[in-house]
């Protein structure tokens, strides 16, 4: 049996509870995308015919469905009982799209953009709601970029979704692509007149201008460089590089100190203070200039021990590392340089729609407290909490209780602190359910 046909098994993956399953569902409206699900039910479902309400959970980066494996079952048992899918979005794991015939490939870098653009994904995600049989979700968890991606489509289909998580990452809304710049405006050096491409090719030229010349991930991320980088060599290499990410990014690590950078206290800070401020975060955030995120890694590695993976976690590090040694990392990325690129031609106007939308259902936001994810982005928390999830009225539709800290935690909260997310995930569909 060939490769691609091995990839298209189900998988059989260590530290799996017995009762969640793994199968694949083609989505012949979206490009005959075949997507691989990790799915739990109630233990005690003796009706295969039962349905019962969804709950969809979205991984981010460099992540899969198996990251959700701690959180899977115990969701699926929780009140009287849930339907909970994982899936491997496009350009991860074992999601694929037919290029041909029986056939699949490895993303590559010059592979067409538009796939990956923020709302094709959302598109992906609505027909796979349908194609498991629901009109519905009874609550939407998005992780890193899966937070991002579950705002987008909670304002873009409002109907299909009942209430919507966002996990360390702050969703602050959808961005309206810019207008070209009336003769005579610009020049003031202030980041809320910029797009959000404008504004990252401004920061990446300020970050590079510092006395420590430095540059931001998301611009590293976009490079042609950065898939064959972390790649390395594979095998052992991409598993060193891989557990040395994740624990330096989780709350073990002595450098997430978290707190709220200055530029979040302004209105509207100038370009150059924001990249001020950018340089003060880990250099898993803001990175030297001439390395990358591999040299990153191992120079802190080799200056601690620690910095790799727990031990209780060394058999997961085999899975994230077997599978992106065969996917390679550059469906992820493409998620980033399309957030960085100005967007298609065909989905200008629709942003310009989307622009300025509410989140119109009950959302929490779920962090570690040792996450600087939350903080990365000067002010997002709180235009999260007290513009994007209020209502056109003015009332705040994100209360206190449902913005929530993990302590000890870092950014791989659902993996670090699977118990206290799920605790605060069946708190909050509890509330919102009225049970």
Not at 173 to 186: K, L, M, T
Not at 304 to 321: I, N
Not at 376 to 405: H, I, Y
């Amino acid at each position: 049996m060939n490769n691609v046909n091995k990839a298209l098994e189900p998988v059989e993956w260590p530290d799996l509870a017995p009762q969640i399953t793994s199968r694949y569902i083609t989505l012949d409206d979206r490009d005959g995308l075949k997507v691989h699900i990790l799915e739990a039910l109630p233990d005690s479902n003796n009706h295969p015919s039962t349905t019962y309400p969804l709950i969809l959970l979205l991984h981010g980066f460099p992540e899969l469905a198996y990251s959700w494996r701690k959180v899977l079952v115990p969701l699926a048992n929780a009140h009287a009982g849930y339907h909970v899918v994982a899936p491997d979005l496009r350009g991860y794991g074992r999601t694929t799209t037919m290029i041909g015939p029986g056939s699949a490939s490895q993303v590559q870098y010059q592979d067409a953009l538009a796939s990956f653009h923020m709302l094709n994904i959302v598109e992906d995600v609505c027909s796979l709601v349908h194609a498991l049989g629901y009109s519905s979700v009874a609550m939407l968890v998005g992780h890193d970029f899966g937070s991002p991606l579950a705002g987008h489509c909670v304002v873009v289909r409002p109907e299909l979704f009942e209430s919507v998580v966002f996990m360390s990452a702050p969703f602050g809304g959808v961005d309206s692509p810019s207008r070209p710049q009336a003769s005579g405006e610009g020049g003031d050096n202030k980041a809320e007149k910029h797009s959000v491409a404008s504004l990252a090719l401004d920061i990446t030229t300020a970050l590079a201008t510092l006395q420590s010349p430095r540059k931001h991930y998301t611009a590293y991320f976009s490079t042609p460089s950065a898939n064959a980088d972390m790649l390395g060599q594979g095998g052992k290499a991409l598993y060193d590089f891989l557990g040395g990410y994740l624990y330096m990014k989780s709350g073990a690590w002595d450098g997430n100190d978290t707190h709220p950078l200055p530029s979040a206290f302004s209105p509207s800070p100038s370009i150059s203070e924001l990249a001020t401020d950018l340089a003060m975060l880990p250099e898993y955030y803001v990175m030297p200039l001439h390395e990358s995120m591999p040299e990153v890694v191992a120079r802190h590695a080799r200056a601690d021990a620690r910095v790799t993976w727990p031990k209780h976690d060394e058999v997961a590090g085999g899975v994230y590392a077997a599978e992106f040694g065969r996917t390679g990392f550059q469906g992820g990325l493409n998620y980033y340089r399309s957030a960085l690129s100005p967007p298609p031609p065909e989905r200008i106007a629709q942003l310009r729609a989307l622009a300025g939308r509410r989140v119109e259902m009950p959302a929490a936001f779920i962090s570690g407290a040792r996450d600087w994810g939350v903080y990365q982005t000067p002010g997002a928390e709180r235009k999260m909490r007290e513009v994007a999830c209020s209502s056109a009225e003015g009332a705040q539709g994100m209360q206190q209780e449902d913005f929530v800290l993990i302590e000890g935690a870092g950014h791989w909260v659902q993996q670090e602190a699977p118990e206290m997310v799920v605790q605060e995930l069946v708190r909050f569909l509890g509330k919102v359910k009225g049970l």
